[in-house]
Structures are given as C-alpha cells and as structure tokens.
C-alpha cells in the first residue's frame, strides 16, 4: 500500500458572506487562521482512494460532483490512476457560506470553482507524494471537549479514532475523526477560521514535529458540540480545547493499535444512493419565542440558550429549499483500505447512528458531511424531543437508520 498526503490553501477574500449562523452580523473582515483543503490518498497499484477534507461549512451534491470531475478528468489523472474520491467539510462555521441549508443547497458559483480548484491541487500533491506505507488505527475516549449540546446534564466524552501512517518504523502522518461540531467562535466572529479542526491540526503538528501530517476530519457530530465544555469563545479557547484533543491523540498513538493495513493489503470502495422521505412537520414559532423569552426572564442561562436554540431551528428550516419532491437523494459511501473500514455519511449524522454502525466490527471510523448535505440526521428515538436538531431536520424519522443500513451493507460488500 502506498499512502500520500497534500494541502492547498482556501484563500477567503474580505467581505465575504460567512456560513453557519443566522444572525451573522456582516461579511468577513480578516482571517484569524488560514482555510485549507487537505488530502489523503491510499493506492494498491489498481485502485486509489482519496480522502478530500475541506474547511468549509457543507459539501453540497454539485460540489462533491463537482471536484470528482475535476480531480479525474484532467491530463494529470490520465497518467495515473483514477481515485475514488470523498469531498467531505470540516463544518467549521467560521468560512465562506457554501448553500448550507437543510435539504441541501446549490453552492455559489466562486465557492464551486475555488474549493474544486484547491481540492484537485491537495490531491495531485497527494498523488505525487505516495510512498509505500502500513497503517495502524487507534480509539479511544476523549474527555472535557464534547458533549450532547442539548442535554446539559450528557457525559463530557466522545470516541476518538486516530489512523496513523507509519513509514520506515516512524509516523508518517495521522488523520484524526473527531466527532465534535467545529464551533468555538461564536456568531459575532467575522474572523475567518478553520475553528476547532484547524486548532487540532496545529497543536497536534505541534506536538509530532514538522515531518509528520496532520488531516482533521469531523465525525458524527449531528448532537454533539463544546457548548456545554468551552470556557470561552475565542483565539485562546481554540488552543486550549485543540491541545486538549492533541494530547488525547498523543495517548492514544503511543499505545498498540490495532492493524488497518499493510505493503499488501487492497483497496475496495462502494457506493450507494438513497432516498430520504422529506420531514413533514410544523413547529409555531410564536410558542417557541414565548418559551425563550420566559427562559431569558427567569435568569436561567442554560434553559435560554437551549430556548434559544429551538427557535434558531425553525427559522434555519424555513430557509431551505423549496421542493415538491417526497424525497431527498443522498450517497452513502465505504472504503476498506486492507482491515480499515470506512464509512461516509452525508449531512449531519448524530452520534449514535455512527456507534450503531462500528458497533461488533474491527477499525471502523465514520466521517459525517461527506459528498453531500441533507441537513440534520437525528436519530429515530431523538424525534420524540423538539430539539433544535430535529426541529430544523429535512428528513423524516428513520432517515439516519437507513443509512446506518446501508453502511453495515456496503461494509460487507467492499
């Protein structure tokens, strides 16, 4: 097996429209920490698959399609051989607005062009980069980052999963699935910034040194965030939560891992696509600002932001695209890279739908906002609250166990 690894930088131009928050108070001023698209790329001579992480807030179906040509079908992709590729974001809330509604958007014409442009150059220097490589998967629990941002009372741990490259018995680099939302800054930062993937990324070269490579990607992070773990919404809360996860990945590398892949071992790659049934649901808005008003009233700050976060659900689901289709086509996407599993959920997936997927198997890692974005993918049982997760949900209850399905089928067949 031969494993590679490249960047391009993400250049955001000064007042550009932000994504991820409503109530965003302008267009971007300045960059705090540099966007960038990062690639993995792993061949067996026959097959090659290539992992694309994008600091922006979704991936939309056109731009994943988008990038796909654009990494394949060019006279540099002639001369070697064609990658499956996965176009995944970061979800930082602190990039460019890429069409991030729920049931998935159109991305704007620049965004379409730069990331793709950026994508096919990470994953050329990837290409160009492969030497021949083992790997070994690492998991393990991670406390004080995350926790379920609706139940205030939700453990403060989330799985980790670490796959490391090792070449000439040293690590070569390491990608790195945190199931966290990226979301430190807060809706008033008009600072670009890769957020908590991009603090990742730095303290953890930090700590590996400079010939070791970083890639961050995020997990099922659909109910999870550091709403309830940050201790402040700025540059400094950043490091401090991004070394707390750099330190855990340190742990975690020193200790055996469980073999992903050897010089040997082959590629598989499936794909497939489903239709979600659309959410029919009405919520009033009225009552729910009536409950946040009486939250904020009663000096319970907890109870307000949660208040708070009900209402921003209904608001951000009017916002998606209208449609007069029942359904919503989405792709579930697996890799086996030798024992290692892959799994490429699109969209918002909560956590639990990512462990039913791993749960009994060898070294699973399942990404969330993969090739395409149809919103939240709350779990059936979450249906029975009015979080804002489920409140702002495209799909109908079921949605996410069908695609944990699927998954557990294209597992088997990879």
């Known amino acids: 097996m031969r494993v590679g690894y490249g960047f391009a930088e993400l250049p955001v131009p000064g007042g550009t429209p932000m994504g991820g928050y409503i109530d965003r108070p302008g267009p971007s001023t300045g960059t705090l920490d540099p966007l960038r698209v990062s690639a993995v790329t792993w061949s067996d001579g026959e097959r090659r698959f290539a992992l694309a992480v994008a600091d922006v807030i979704c991936v939309n179906t056109d731009l994943a399609e988008y990038a796909r040509r654009a990494v394949n079908l060019d006279e540099h992709a002639r001369r070697t051989t064609a990658c499956e590729l996965w176009l995944a974001a970061s979800h930082t809330h602190a990039g460019p607005e890429t069409g991030c509604v729920p049931g998935g958007g159109v991305t704007p014409g620049p965004w379409l062009e730069r990331v793709s442009g950026a994508v096919r150059a990470a994953v050329h220097r990837a290409v160009e980069s492969e030497r021949a490589a083992d790997g070994t998967a690492h998991r393990g629990e991670l406390h004080g980052v995350g926790a379920d941002r609706s139940r205030p009372d939700a453990a403060r741990t989330v799985p980790l999963d670490v796959i490391a490259v090792w070449e000439d018995g040293g690590p070569a680099g390491v990608v790195v699935v945190l199931p966290v939302h990226p979301t430190v800054l807060p809706a008033g930062n ?36 550091t709403r309830f773990t940050r201790l402040g919404q700025d540059a400094a809360e950043l490091d401090r939560l991004g070394g707390l996860v750099a330190d855990r ?27 979600l049934r659309r959410a029919r649901r009405d919520a009033d808005p009225g009552s729910l600002a ?9 000096g319970d700050p907890v109870a307000a932001r949660l208040a708070r976060s009900r209402l921003e659900g209904v608001r951000a689901r009017a916002l998606g695209t209208p449609s007069n289709t029942d359904t919503i086509p989405v792709d579930v996407s697996v890799a086996r890279v030798g024992a290692l599993g892959l799994v490429g959920l699109p969209g918002e997936p909560f ?6 997927i791993r749960n009994g198997r060898g070294p699973t890692a399942v990404l969330g906002y993969v090739n395409g974005y149809p919103g939240y993918l709350p779990t059936a049982e979450a249906y029975g609250r009015s979080d804002y997760e489920v409140l702002v949900s495209a799909v109908a209850p079921g949605s996410a166990e069908t695609l944990a399905d699927t998954a557990r089928q294209l597992l088997e067949e990879a």
Do not use: F, K
Request: one cysteine or more; aromatic letters at 4%.
């Open 249 to 275: 990945c340190v742990e975690l590398l020193a200790q055996p891992g469980d073999r992903a892949w050897t010089g040997t071992d082959r590629i598989g790659t499936a794909r497939a696509r489903r239709d």
């Open 351 to 356: 956590l639990g739908v990512a462990e039913s």
């Open 290 to 298: 009536t409950a946040y008003e009486h939250a904020t009233a009663a």
């Open 190 to 225: 008009l600072l670009v910034s890769a957020d908590l993937a991009g603090a990742v990324r730095r303290a953890l070269r930090a700590r590996l040194g400079d010939g070791t490579w970083v890639m961050v990607a995020t997990g099922a992070a659909g109910n999870v965030s």
